[in-house]
């Protein structure tokens, strides 16, 4: 499936981290990424464009969490995870990572840096906002609305005390 012009100016225009990866080609490479993506984690587009976006974990090992990527890639269905990245200059942040399938293996992928003092309310809401954007993209492309409930917010809420609980 082509980006539509709306889709790819709409991407690039919207002000939290995303990313467009496209998991039917080789290595599922990335072949958008907007200005809150490079501000996050200081690679531009022209750096990450062609690459899969395992690059920014720097090397840190975490199986788990990338076969459960892998198996939502699979099975063409949405998921949240938490992952060790780092941004270009080599430091490590908590990354907890949206993916959403947008339709014939397109993935838009939303990069949420938990803050030093992780709060629930604050990601419900990033999570809310991602869900708007993740419907009007769909919608855009596919002709269609994701199928995103309250389920969805609470396993966000989940993954967060999970990763509270860790003490990280
Ligand atoms: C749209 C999209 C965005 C992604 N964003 C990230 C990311 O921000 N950080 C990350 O570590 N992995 C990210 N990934 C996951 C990796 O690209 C890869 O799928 C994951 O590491 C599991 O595959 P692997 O075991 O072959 O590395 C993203 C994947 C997709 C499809």
Not at 42 to 60: A, D, M
Not at 100 to 120: D, H, N, V, W
Not at 161 to 166: L, P, Q
């Amino acid at each position: 499936m082509s980006i539509t012009r709306k889709s790819h100016a709409f991407i690039l225009s919207v002000r939290i981290p995303l990313t467009l990866a496209d998991t039917r080609q080789p290595d599922a490479p990335l072949v958008l990424a907007n200005p809150a993506f490079e501000e996050l984690t200081g690679y531009p587009l022209e750096e990450v464009e062609g690459h899969n976006c395992r690059f920014l974990q720097g090397g840190i090992p975490q199986p788990e969490a990338r076969s459960e990527i892998r198996a939502a890639i699979e099975e063409e269905r949405e998921v949240q995870v938490m992952l060790k990245n780092r941004h270009r200059d080599g430091t490590v942040f908590d990354n907890l990572l949206f993916m959403y399938p947008l339709g014939e293996g397109l993935f838009l992928g939303s990069q949420f840096r938990m803050p030093a003092t992780a709060r629930i309310d604050s990601t419900i809401a990033r999570h809310q906002e991602i869900v708007g954007v993740a419907n009007a993209l769909a919608e855009e492309m596919a002709g269609q609305r994701l199928k995103i409930n309250r389920t969805s917010s609470d396993a966000v809420a989940q993954t967060v005390r999970a990763w509270m609980a860790k003490g990280y």
